[in-house]
């Protein structure tokens, strides 16, 4: 397979020379240009995996080569600056223009090859971290669909998921999580449902309270969603929170495998605000509980079927949110 294209700048002919060899003789494919218009010119032909370039040289120098790529070739291909005494502030002020790298000049192959190879390894990554989020999101309006599918059956739990994933997201911030995680607990407090595309029709509709055994197999619904997600590359902890939504906090109390914190937080979580959510809603056989009624009810079950900091948060933030 062939390596990654990268393209040389520099007016020193000697240094040309050494660093092209330097990166073929570990298989890299070199172009070189003795000059930033000569190099941005090649840059505009396309198919480079990375840039390094000197800063001082003749006509262009290489700080405005670097503004020149970022505003009009790409905001993302890697570039590395070669500089030397008396160039190390430009080399500093190229960072704000997003450069990955420094070679100081002179340097060793070692040091020359070292520093190619990590930018082009981390950049690498940033591209399959890219992809994997693009696929992500890709599923997530797929099953987001899907849910809303499941939810349009039944017109008293339409929109539930998403006032669901509100209360969700704000109670993780509220727990210090960061932006990352609270982001796959939305996510999952999003889908959270979507097994419930298992579950018979005379279960899911029916308009009544569930006998014991319409409940067991209803209760499915978890495992069946994260079996689900399960498949689907990026959504691993998304299927793992899904899984467990309904897992009781106090093992005491139920028969699943995981108790307490190991818990995933996200489930415990959503466990809490799926629950407000379903009380505070009309449904065909009861009325709404107020939100006070419906505080009451989570801090009864508290310890045994939730999390007492999930409790705890979500009660700062419905104050936050002027609702108790
Ligand atoms: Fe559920």
Redesign the pocket.
């Known amino acids: 397979m062939p390596k990654e294209n990268i393209l040389i700048i520099d007016d020193e002919g000697v240094i040309l020379d050494t660093s092209s060899e330097i990166l073929r003789r570990v298989d890299y494919r070199v172009t070189t240009a003795c000059n930033a218009e000569e190099g941005y010119a090649a840059l505009k032909a396309g198919g480079f995996d990375l840039v390094i370039t000197d800063i001082r040289m003749p006509g262009m120098d290489g700080l405005s080569l670097i503004k020149k790529i970022r505003h009009e070739i790409s905001t993302d291909i890697p570039i590395i600056v070669i500089t030397g005494h008396g160039t190390v502030d430009t080399a500093i002020e190229s960072m704000k223009h997003g450069t990955q790298g420094f070679i100081m000049k002179p340097f060793t192959p070692q040091e020359f090859r070292g520093t190619v190879n990590d930018v082009i390894t981390k950049s690498g990554i940033m591209k399959e971290n890219i992809r994997l989020k693009a696929v992500e999101s890709s599923y997530i309006s797929i099953i987001a669909t899907l849910a809303s599918t499941i939810e349009a059956r039944d017109p008293y739990t339409a929109g539930h998921a998403f006032r669901m994933a509100e209360y969700s997201k704000g109670i993780a911030v509220q727990m210090g999580a960061s932006d990352e995680e609270s982001g796959t607990i939305y996510r999952a407090a999003v889908l959270?449902?979507i097994g419930k595309i298992g579950i018979p029709d005379h279960i899911l509709l029916k308009k009544g309270p569930l006998t014991q055994d319409e409940i067991q197999i209803m209760n499915e619904?978890?495992e069946i969603g994260g079996k689900i997600l399960d498949n689907m590359k990026g959504l691993e902890k998304v299927a793992d929170i899904v899984r467990h939504?309904?897992t009781y906090f106090n093992i005491k109390h139920h028969t699943h495998k995981v108790n307490g914190r190991d818990i995933p937080l996200g489930a415990r979580i959503i466990a809490a605000a799926?629950a407000f959510e379903a009380m505070t809603s009309l449904r065909p056989y009861r009325k709404a509980k107020s939100v006070s009624e419906a505080v009451e009810e989570l801090k009864r079950m508290t310890g045994t079927q939730f999390d007492p900091d999930v409790v705890n948060a979500f009660i700062e933030v419905l104050k936050d949110r002027g609702m108790v």
């Open positions: 959270h449902d619904h978890a939504h309904h799926d």
